[in-house]
C-alpha cells in the first residue's frame, strides 16, 4: 500500500528539507551524512541543512559540507519543525536548544530515518506515533539483496569488528604474529573469536592479517565454510536445529545448549591471549558466553574484547563503558567501537541513509509503500500508531491496524478491466 503525503502538505514542503543534525550522544564522534551524499540528495532535488559542526569529529569541516549544497547552520525548535526528514545516527534526544526532545520538535508527516532500538525505546516510538512521525529504523532493515546498500548494522559492524582486534593487539602483552628472530623464535598470539557474523568475519580477517591463530565459535554450521575460508579453525559445537532465523541472525539458544557451548569453548578460552565475543541476538540480551569461571582460567596478561556490551554483554565481567582487570586478564567493554574511526564510519554510514532515502522518497515526495518487504520490516511507526510488533508488546498494544484497502476503483487491476472490456486507463 502506498501513503504519500496530502497533496497540501507536499506543496508547502518542495523541496523536501532534510535536516542532518549534531550527534549529543555523549562520545559519538559519527554524523549521518558526508558530502558526497549532500551532494547526492542535492542532485535529487532535496534542500538538505547540516547543523553547525555536525561533522567536525569525523573530520568533516562546514565547508565541506556546505561546498556539496548543504545549507550549513545553526539548529532551533522552528529548523527542527520545518524538515521533512531527520536524518540521524542515534535515536532522538532531549535538547535544551529545542526546549525539549527531538522527537516532539518534528511535524506531523515527517520522516525520521536513525538506529531507534525500538523495544529499549518503547516510549520513544509512542511519542513519535502520537506526533504522526514516520520512523524507519536502520538496524530493523532485513538482510536480503535488494537491501544490501542499506544495512547499516552490517557496514557498523565491519569496521567494529577490525577495531576489536586492534584494541585487543594495543593492549595485549605480545605480539601477535610468530617472529623467528636471532634471539629466538616468537609463537603467534592465539584468538578466539565467538560469533561469526559480519563483525566476526572481519574479526577473524584481521587476526589472520596480523598473523594470530584464530578459532572460531558459532551456533550455526553454515557459517564453518566462511571460516575456514579466512585460514581459522571452526569449532565444533553440538548441532542445533534452525540456529539461524530467516534474516541470517543467531537465534537464542537454550540454556542446556548455551552450558554444552560453553564447556567446549571454555577449553580453548583457557589457552587464548585474546577473546572477542560478538554474539547478538536481535531483539534479546546478549547471550552469557564467557563465565567468570571462564576469564579466572586464562593466563595473566590476556585479553577479552566484548562487542556486545551495549546489549549486556557476552562476558560476565563486562561493564559497559569500561575495562576491567579480573585476575590479570583485562575485560575491554568499550562502547560504540565504530565510533572510534568516525570517518569511515559516518562514510559508510551516509552511504546506507543515502539508499534508504532514496527508497523512501519519489517525484519529490515521501512514501511509505507498507507492501514493500524493506519498509514494512523497518517502519516502527507511521499512520499515528506504532506498527513494530514486538515494541507493540513491549507498550502492552494489540496487533497494528491494518492499512485501509485503496478506494474500489482504483483497486480494480488492469486485467480486470482488459476483461471488461474497457481499456484500462481509467
Not at 534526544?93 to 508527516?109: D, F, V, Y
Request: net charge negative; hydrophobic share 45%; with cysteine.
Amino acid at each position: 500500500m502506498l501513503y504519500r503525503l496530502p497533496e497540501k502538505e507536499r506543496a508547502v514542503s518542495n523541496p523536501l528539507t532534510a535536516l542532518v543534525p549534531r550527534e549529543t550522544t555523549p562520545g559519538e564522534t559519527r554524523v549521518a551524512a558526508s558530502a558526497d551524499s549532500v551532494k547526492r540528495m542535492v542532485a535529487m532535488g532535496l534542500r538538505v541543512i547540516v547543523e553547525s559542526g555536525a561533522g567536525d569529529a569525523a573530520g568533516v569541516p562546514d565547508a565541506e559540507f556546505a561546498g556539496a549544497g548543504a545549507e550549513v547552520q545553526a539548529v532551533d525548535a522552528e529548523t527542527y519543525g520545518a524538515a521533512d526528514l531527520l536524518l540521524k545516527l542515534n535515536p532522538p534526544e532531549e535538547r535544551e536548544t529545542l526546549g525539549g526532545s527531538e522527537a516532539a520538535a518534528l511535524k506531523s508527516g515527517a520522516l525520521l530515518v536513525s538506529f531507534l532500538w525500538p523495544t529499549a525505546n518503547a516510549k520513544l516510538a509512542e511519542t513519535l506515533a502520537s506526533g504522526g512521525v514516520t520512523s524507519f529504523a536502520m538496524e530493523l532493515i532485513p538482510r536480503i539483496s535488494r537491501a544490501q546498500s542499506m544495512d547499516a548494522l552490517s557496514s557498523q559492524s565491519n569496521l567494529a569488528g577490525y577495531k576489536s582486534v586492534l584494541l585487543a593487539a594495543d593492549n595485549l602483552g605480545k605480539i601477535m604474529p610468530m617472529l623467528m628472530t636471532a634471539a629466538g623464535t616468537i609463537r603467534p598470539a592465539r584468538v578466539v573469536i565467538m560469533g561469526a557474523g559480519v563483525a566476526g568475519l572481519q574479526a577473524i580477517a584481521t587476526a589472520r592479517r596480523l598473523g594470530a591463530i584464530v578459532e572460531v565459535s558459532d551456533i550455526r554450521p553454515v557459517v564453518k565454510e566462511q571460516v575456514e575460508s579466512l585460514g581459522a579453525r571452526f569449532i565444533e559445537l553440538p548441532e542445533m536445529e534452525d540456529a539461524e532465523d530467516e534474516g541470517g541472525y543467531a537465534k537464542q539458544v537454550t540454556p542446556e545448549f548455551l552450558a554444552k557451548q560453553q564447556a567446549i569453548v571454555a577449553e580453548h578460552v583457557a589457552s587464548a591471549d585474546a577473546v572477542i565475543t560478538t554474539a547478538l541476538v536481535p531483539g534479546r540480551p546478549a547471550p552469557k558466553l564467557v563465565t567468570a569461571a571462564m576469564v579466572e582460567s586464562m593466563r595473566p596478561g590476556a585479553v577479552i574484547v566484548d562487542m556486545a556490551v551495549e546489549q549486556g554483554g557476552n562476558c560476565e565481567l563486562s561493564r559497559a563503558g569500561e575495562i576491567v582487570t579480573h585476575q590479570g586478564v583485562k575485560v575491554i567493554g568499550l562502547k560504540n567501537l565504530p565510533g572510534l574511526v568516525p570517518a569511515h564510519a559516518s562514510e559508510m554510514y551516509a552511504r546506507n541513509v543515502l539508499h534508504c532515502v532514496e527508497h523512501l522518497t519519489e517525484d519529490g515526495a515521501v512514501h511509505v509503500d507498507l507492501e514493500d518487504e524493506i519498509t514494512a520490516g523497518s517502519v516502527v511507526t507511521h499512520g499515528g500508531e506504532v506498527r513494530h510488533a514486538p515494541t507493540r508488546e513491549a507498550l502492552g498494544l494489540g496487533p497494528a491496524a491494518t492499512p485501509p484497502a485503496p478506494p474500489e476503483d482504483e483497486a480494480e487491476s488492469a486485467a480486470e478491466k482488459d476483461a471488461a472490456g474497457e481499456e484500462g486507463d481509467g
